[in-house]
């Protein structure tokens, strides 16, 4: 059994891997303030509180955009879980060609989205990862990175519409039944949702217009918001939530970890 750990901007996903499935599915707020026995007494916690033993885990695979928070948690993994922990970054020796301008540039998250795309929904594909920033992967079948676009997440979006609109209040996202809200939590759930839900279908539809060849890529919808925005869409056709966590344990095999 594998530990995968996707640590982002400001939430870190933790996963363990048993061959092809996922069997632990955990998120946890990024912070640079835990220490490293913090952070193993937390996973050793959530290890334990799914069933499972820490003791069957013989690796760990780690992705990461938020270097601050690295440090602590694989030398928490290092010193407590398993001496076999390795990281995915632009440089690993994964079956995937960077095939953009900055190549070391590209995130390992964006990474491990590509290597699942073409392992599990296998053809050109164009990763949407809802998270902290809302990403635009774009994958070719002949295993090819080939770019893609960022914009602000709808969490983020969300937050700071609050933040700096003094009469607004922060309110749970869901989408409501009409757009002309009718109420003031009506206005932010509606122009937060389907305004990020129509961003993502323009988005799609300006990136094939630029996508080489004449296949059409399917769009697979990722990250902890997938199931709240792509029922709104038009162009999201896959969900699947831990699209990253497989791309991890993808990794974990090219880099000869254990499973």
């Not at 635009?136 to 676009?149: K, L, P």
């Not at 602000?152 to 009469?167: E, F, I, M, N």
Request: with cysteine; glycine share 10%.
């Amino acid at each position: 059994m594998r530990l995968l750990i996707d640590i982002g901007n400001s939430e870190m996903t933790l996963g363990l891997a048993a061959g092809e499935q996922i069997l632990g599915h955990w998120r946890l707020t990024t912070t640079l303030h835990r220490t490293p026995d913090e952070w193993a007494l937390l996973i050793e916690s959530l290890v334990d509180r799914s069933g499972e033993g820490v003791d069957q885990i013989r690796a760990a695979c780690v992705a990461s955009v938020a270097p601050g928070a690295t440090h602590g948690v694989i030398a928490a993994v290092t010193a407590r879980i398993t001496d076999r922990v390795g990281v995915l970054d632009a440089r690993s020796p994964v079956p995937l060609v960077l095939d953009v301008d900055e190549p070391l540039a590209v995130g390992a998250d964006r990474i491990a989205n590509a290597l699942a795309a073409l392992a599990r929904h296998p053809g050109d594909a164009i990763v949407v990862d809802l998270g902290t920033a809302t990403t635009f992967d774009c994958v070719t079948a002949d295993r090819r990175f080939i770019g893609g676009s960022i914009m602000p997440g709808l969490r983020t979006s969300a937050d700071q519409l609050v933040a700096k609109a003094a009469q607004l209040t922060a309110t749970e996202l869901e989408p409501p039944a009409r757009v002309i809200g009718r109420t003031t939590a009506e206005h932010v759930q509606g122009g937060i949702l389907y305004g990020t839900a129509d961003a993502i279908d323009g988005m799609v539809r300006r990136i094939r217009a630029e996508w080489p060849g004449t296949s059409e890529p399917r769009v697979i919808a990722t990250g902890g918001l997938a199931s709240l925005i792509a029922p709104l869409t038009s162009t999201v056709t896959v969900v699947d939530p831990d699209l990253t966590l497989h791309g991890l344990d993808l990794a974990a095999d090219a880099l000869g970890l254990p499973a």
